[in-house]
């Protein structure tokens, strides 16, 4: 492989060649870092208010809007993401994708420390459901901003070889603050005295990630900047194609075209259909997989909280491993074959693990099950940092980045009002057990509708400034 490594600015003529590729490294280090910690940062706010509301949704909300409280609050955020992907990723291609990662996370933080500061329903009544609902739908356009330039811009700074692997990692962030917020929030339910939780002590992890989200908010500010034309690798690797398609096209300035419109309905709108529909495929896997996975356990008599948290977080951890490899497969393999490979197994795998689960009871023979279940299910999202960068050009990149990213999550999260009619006509879990099957399908046919020659071994042009 014979690759320069991308730099911010010609080393000068005093620069020895050690100085000068440490010069160069830096800012790809950079980038790098601030994409895997905004990641962490954006899963840790996501999963906030999901987690750590749970044993105070009564308390906090009064207990006669229990019952809708956490549906309304989940699909705010659920509408915010697509429409920040909407807003943000084009202002992110004609404005920047490290000014547009400042933005995101200051709004973040914002909205973060509102519902953290917000007063209990016996003070403020239905306008605390009402405020932390209008906190979450902000927050959520911030995130679905945030991702669409951060990851995007990383990607663009890491070398083709190494792709995969940021990728992966990049991705992993999502188990492992899963996992951290959980964890925090049964410290705090255990360590606090009775009522204390309830009173005040929810507060503490939306501070904690409100103030994660302005240290990163002030590292962007500081630390990073948007990859310039002139940091485009001098040469492919030697694997590349040489067609003159296969190269870095020319820069092409945002302002010069609609963005949204280019990716949706003009010259790669069958490039998001196909990402819209490997994605598809992709959150109805984890939709299955998850919170389908831990309703079904919490059901079962025999299986305490704590039995399920254990069970979940097992889980959680193992697919955070295996989406760093997942990633740095995709590399070795090739992005379209890997997808395919991984719908093949999926297929099979995924249903059985699943029906398994409804039959074993030991909390050993569950937790075996749960990480087979989310290895070959969750793990599959390693590549796709990489993989959607790399199928978009730089002047749309971010655009299509969040929009395929983000739009497609609305149906398979919907699953709520289809899935119980769905298992009235064939059985509980022969419904789920189908649409593990139809994931598999829709990655299958993303995959398969993408060109052979993906980008996994070739330089990415980058954004012009």
């Known amino acids: 492989m014979t690759m320069t490594v991308p730099s911010a600015a010609p080393a000068t003529t005093n620069d020895s060649p050690q100085q000068a590729s440490q010069q160069g490294q830096r800012p790809a280090r950079r980038a790098i870092k601030g994409a895997l910690a905004a990641n962490y940062v954006d899963q840790f706010d996501i999963f906030v208010p999901v987690i750590a509301l749970a044993p105070v949704t009564a ?90 330039a951060a990851i995007p811009l990383a990607m663009e700074w890491t070398p083709p070889r190494l792709r995969g692997a940021v990728s992966g990692g990049i991705m992993a962030m999502s188990p492992t603050a899963n996992a951290t917020i959980a964890a925090l929030t049964l410290t705090l339910l255990t360590v606090l005295p009775k009522g204390a939780y309830a009173a005040w002590g929810w507060r503490v992890p939306f501070i904690l990630s409100a103030t994660l989200a302005l240290v990163m908010m002030i590292y962007y500010l500081r630390s990073v900047v948007d990859a310039a034309p002139a940091a485009f690798p001098a040469t492919l690797p030697d694997d590349a194609p040489t067609t003159p398609s296969a190269r870095p096209a020319p820069a092409v300035r945002a302002t010069d075209r609609r963005a949204l419109v280019d990716v949706t309905v003009g010259a790669h709108r069958q490039v998001f259909v196909q990402v819209f529909t490997l994605m598809s495929g992709l959150w109805l896997l984890t939709n299955m997989a998850i ?54 197994l999926i ?29 070959f299910t969750v793990s599959v999202y390693g590549p796709i940092g990489a993989y959607l960068s790399e199928r978009f050009p730089p002047h749309v990149r971010s655009t ?27 059985g509980e879990q022969q419904a789920v057990a189908g649409f593990l099957a139809l994931a598999a399908a829709l990655i299958a046919w993303g995959s398969v509708s993408a060109p052979r020659g993906d980008g996994a071994s070739q330089p990415l042009p980058r954004q012009p400034q």
């Open 59 to 148: 308390t906090l909300f009064g207990a006669e809007n229990l019952a809708t409280s956490a549906g309304l609050v989940f699909v705010a955020t659920l509408i915010g993401r697509p429409l920040g992907s909407l807003l943000f990723g084009p202002w992110a291609d004609r404005l920047g994708r490290t000014r547009i990662s400042v933005i995101t996370l200051a709004g973040i933080a914002a909205t973060t420390i509102g519902i953290a500061v917000v007063p209990p329903h016996t003070s403020w009544g239905v306008w605390t459901l009402y405020t932390v609902i209008a906190m979450r739908f902000l927050g959520g356009i911030f995130l679905g901003g945030q991702y669409s």
């Open 291 to 344: 919170p389908v996975v831990t309703q079904q356990l919490s059901a079962r008599a025999e299986l305490s909280s704590v039995d399920v948290t254990l069970i979940m977080m097992c889980g959680t951890a193992a697919s955070a491993v295996t989406m760093l490899a997942a990633g740095h497969a995709s590399t070795l393999m090739g992005r379209r074959r890997f997808f395919l490979t991984a719908a093949a």
């Open 347 to 375: 297929a099979v795998i995924a249903p059985a693990t699943y029906l398994t689960i409804g039959r074993v009871e030991s909390v050993g023979a569950l937790i075996t099950c749960v990480v087979v279940l989310q290895v």
């Open 400 to 426: 299509g980045y969040g929009v395929g990213y983000s739009v497609s999550i609305i149906l398979p999260a919907l699953y709520p009002y289809y899935l119980p009619t769905v298992q009235g006509w064939v």
